[in-house]
């Protein structure tokens, strides 16, 4: 995995180089960790004349959870506990000779910004955006394959719970016993918040879980994923709970998986974003649905859970293969709960079998 380490790092400095800066410095700790392999909580990277440094108040190794640092790269240890290893890298690329510095504007507060400047006064500070988020966009099948697992363990916690009894359970106990099934089935983690919703909460985004007590005739709607060696996935699936769904229900589930059906044949490379949004929008608004749904249809997932690209209404861009990203429209009735249904793909040419279906749990509406 080092080569592969250092091609990222070297298109990083290709970038960079191309706009006339020679060093940069990347903070925020995804993009840390896509080009490093992994580093503590709050380390940096440098890429310099001097060679690429890791600056960390810790030495790495020490939690599985923060990734396997790339045995290629110099790590710099600062001497005390609250050095900030961002002033350090500054100071570091001024001394090694660089003249100018791409720092992520975007991550850094104006304090630590400032902080930088008064240790190395004669550097100029240029903006490096977001520039290593665009070169995570497309993920190579090592990433993919982390997906992978992390889609199966997802699939392995919810049919789990599925086989349980869940009337006079809990949102919040069904929560959580969904995030420990995780862990058992081999998880570093929740990729985010499980969301667990019922009866009139049901078919909201990211519903914070409740104490409310699932009910006979209520729709359950659920929103997981796991979080295998750094990588994200989601899932999100409704059910109805111990009786023969109502014709409302069965109206409203069928038009929703309708829906994210259009925009999951939708994801095929050189669609634009807004396109694929727009597949699946079009069939809930036609349907008069359209004022309460969320500003997008789905999003990029990687090592962040929510990363590019956005699939929404006015964004920019076109899908390249290789890609993952969630598919997630929902409808939500007030008072009466409602129906999401998300799945993660990677993005696949029509000669490789379209796009890739990571999260497989059953569609299907059923009465648990």
């Not at 960390?56 to 506990?81: E, I, M, N, Y």
Request: hydrophobic residues 40%.
């Amino acid at each position: 995995m080092s080569e592969v380490y250092a091609v990222r790092r070297g298109l990083l400095r290709d970038r960079c180089a191309a706009v006339g800066s020679a060093a940069a410095l990347v903070s925020r700790p995804a993009n840390v960790r896509y080009l490093a392999g992994g580093a503590p909580p709050g380390a940096v990277l440098l890429l310099g004349p001097g060679g690429d440094v890791l600056l960390s108040s810790r030495a790495p190794g020490g939690d599985p959870a923060d990734g396997r640092t790339d045995d290629q790269l110099r790590v710099s240890l600062l001497p005390a506990s609250d050095g900030d290893p961002v002033v350090a890298a500054a100071d570091l690329a001024s001394s090694s000779g660089a003249e100018s510095l791409a720092v992520e504007e975007h991550h850094l507060t104006v304090a630590r910004h400032r902080a930088m400047g008064s240790v190395a006064p004669r550097l100029r500070l240029g903006d490096l955006g977001a520039t290593v988020e665009q070169l995570r966009v497309v993920k190579d099948e090592e990433e993919i394959a982390c997906l992978r697992i992390a889609a199966e363990i997802t699939d392995q916690a919810l049919g789990e719970l599925l086989e349980s009894i869940l009337v006079g359970r809990t949102e919040r106990h069904l929560a959580l016993e969904l995030e420990r099934r995780l862990v058992d089935h081999g998880a570093d983690g929740p990729a985010f918040a499980t969301s667990v919703a019922t009866g009139p909460n049901s078919g909201q985004g990211r519903h914070r879980p409740s104490d409310r007590r699932v009910e006979e005739g209520d729709f359950l709607s659920v929103c997981l994923g796991a979080n295998y060696r750094g990588y994200r996935c989601e899932i999100g699936r409704t059910f109805v709970i111990g009786t023969t769904p109502a014709d409302w229900q069965i109206e409203l589930y069928d038009l929703v998986f309708a829906a994210q059906r259009a925009g999951r044949e939708a994801l095929v490379p050189g669609a634009a974003y807004r396109d694929v949004d727009r597949a699946a929008r079009n069939l809930l608004d036609s349907a008069g649905h359209g004022g309460g749904l969320a500003p997008w249809t789905g999003h990029g997932v990687g090592l962040e859970i929510d990363e590019d690209p956005q699939l929404a209404p006015a964004a920019m861009g076109k899908l390249d293969a290789c890609v993952p990203v969630t598919v997630e429209p929902g409808v939500h009735l007030p008072g009466r709960g409602g129906v999401r249904i998300d799945d993660t793909l990677v993005v696949r040419p029509e000669a490789d079998g379209g796009p890739e279906l990571l999260t497989i749990t059953t569609k299907e509406l059923l009465a648990l």
